[in-house]
């Protein structure tokens, strides 16, 4: 009988994303694929270094031993190699220890068809094209900047942040925003607090870990939540009302009116943060682990 990841927290992650493998991408870039495939041969047995998105996945799969009667959490590696060159990959899961059964090599081709076969809840990658790829399907999906220096993620808790606007939620205030200045932003926020955001393409992902809070241990939730946003008086009356209209509850958020958020991120210590702004993830990501999420495009009618 075939397995049912319904009830699971389904992750599609780019082994460039879990592993360091900066070096073997430049070979690739620089010398070609014969090069590329002779030096992943040499080197199968040599265990592949942590990636910007290790600790956290590492984390989330401890949740599994948390609940003995389903997978709640479930990791899928990507990657564009061919499967003959998928041997270091998994011995450097098994090195860790990582609850990883499953992975994809394509060959070289589009991952993009198959996240849905996935049904995946979040893909993270080191791919800009394969990122937004996947935002553009309609998935959250998030480009990985490289790992902080000296990070320590936050033991016995799994902390994830988020961004609000073009996050959260839909990019239509930070539109008006980036068209119309702050004034008109306060304004159109004002009118419309009591009026709940649209969804934007990490919602349903925040309803799951939301859900993920309480349903494994209320009294000690193993994920907490924060929204770490530019947002400040009176636009965050939004944020908290549109929350409450999702019936999600988060356990903190700052509403940084302008201020920087890296001093936030590396006190909350989050696991992974997640924003669409390279004007704050390039501050964010020099301490805890930062993604960037693309613009949704608007594809050309047929």
């Given at each position: 009988?075939?397995?049912?990841?319904?009830?699971?927290?389904?992750?599609?992650?780019?082994?460039?994303?879990?592993?360091?493998?900066?070096?073997?991408?430049?070979?690739?870039?620089?010398?070609?694929?014969?090069?590329?495939?002779?030096?992943?041969?040499?080197?199968?047995d040599?265990?592949?270094?942590?990636?910007?998105?290790?600790?956290?996945?590492?984390?989330?799969?401890?949740?599994?031993?948390?609940?003995?009667?389903?997978?709640?959490?479930?990791?899928?590696?990507?990657?564009?190699?061919?499967?003959?060159?998928?041997?270091?990959?998994?011995?450097?899961?098994?090195?860790?220890?990582?609850?990883?059964?499953?992975?994809?090599?394509?060959?070289?081709?589009?991952?993009?068809?198959?996240?849905?076969?996935?049904?995946?809840?979040?893909?993270?990658?080191k791919?800009?094209?394969?990122?937004?790829?996947?935002?553009?399907?309609?998935?959250?999906?998030?480009?990985?900047?490289?790992?902080?220096?000296?990070?320590?993620?936050?033991?016995?808790?799994?902390?994830?942040?988020?961004?609000?606007?073009?996050?959260?939620?839909?990019?239509?205030?930070?539109?008006?925003?980036?068209?119309?200045?702050?004034?008109?932003?306060?304004?159109?926020?004002?009118?419309?607090?009591?009026?709940?955001l649209?969804?934007?393409p990490?919602?349903?992902?925040?309803?799951?870990?939301?859900?993920?809070?309480?349903?494994?241990?209320?009294?000690?939730?193993?994920?907490?939540?924060?929204?770490?946003?530019?947002?400040?008086?009176?636009?965050?009356e939004r944020?908290?009302?549109?929350?409450?209209?999702?019936?999600?509850?988060?356990?903190?958020?700052?509403?940084?009116?302008?201020?920087?958020?890296?001093?936030?991120?590396?006190?909350?210590?989050?696991?992974?943060?997640?924003?669409?702004?390279?004007?704050?993830?390039?501050?964010t990501?020099?301490?805890?682990?930062?993604?960037?999420?693309?613009?949704?495009?608007?594809?050309?009618?047929?």
């Amino acid at each position: 009988m075939a397995v049912d990841l319904s009830n699971s927290l389904v992750i599609g992650i780019s082994s460039r994303a879990l592993f360091a493998l900066e070096n073997e991408n430049k070979i690739f870039e620089e010398q070609g694929l014969e090069a590329y495939r002779q030096y992943q041969r040499e080197h199968e047995d040599q265990i592949l270094e942590p990636g910007t998105a290790f600790p956290l996945i590492k984390a989330l799969l401890e949740l599994n031993k948390l609940d003995p009667n389903r997978r709640v959490v479930d990791v899928i590696v990507t990657s564009r190699n061919s499967p003959d060159l998928g041997l270091r990959i998994f011995n450097s899961i098994e090195h860790y220890q990582l609850d990883i059964i499953r992975a994809a090599f394509t060959g070289g081709a589009s991952l993009a068809p198959y996240l849905a076969a996935f049904n995946l809840d979040l893909y993270l990658s080191k791919s800009e094209k394969d990122v937004q790829a996947a935002i553009n399907a309609g998935y959250a999906a998030a480009l990985l900047y490289d790992p902080p220096t000296g990070y320590d993620a936050y033991p016995d808790q799994i902390r994830i942040a988020f961004d609000a606007d073009a996050v959260l939620f839909s990019e239509e205030s930070e539109r008006v925003y980036q068209e119309q200045g702050l004034e008109a932003f306060v304004a159109h926020e004002r009118e419309r607090a009591k009026q709940p955001l649209p969804a934007g393409p990490f919602a349903k992902l925040l309803k799951v870990l939301s859900l993920l809070q309480f349903d494994l241990d209320a009294d000690h939730p193993p994920v907490r939540i924060a929204i770490v946003t530019a947002r400040g008086s009176p636009a965050h009356e939004r944020v908290i009302r549109t929350l409450r209209e999702w019936d999600v509850r988060v356990d903190e958020a700052f509403f940084l009116g302008g201020l920087a958020k890296d001093s936030i991120l590396k006190a909350f210590r989050a696991h992974i943060f997640f924003d669409d702004q390279d004007a704050h993830l390039s501050r964010t990501a020099k301490v805890v682990p930062s993604a960037r999420v693309p613009y949704k495009q608007q594809l050309p009618s047929a």
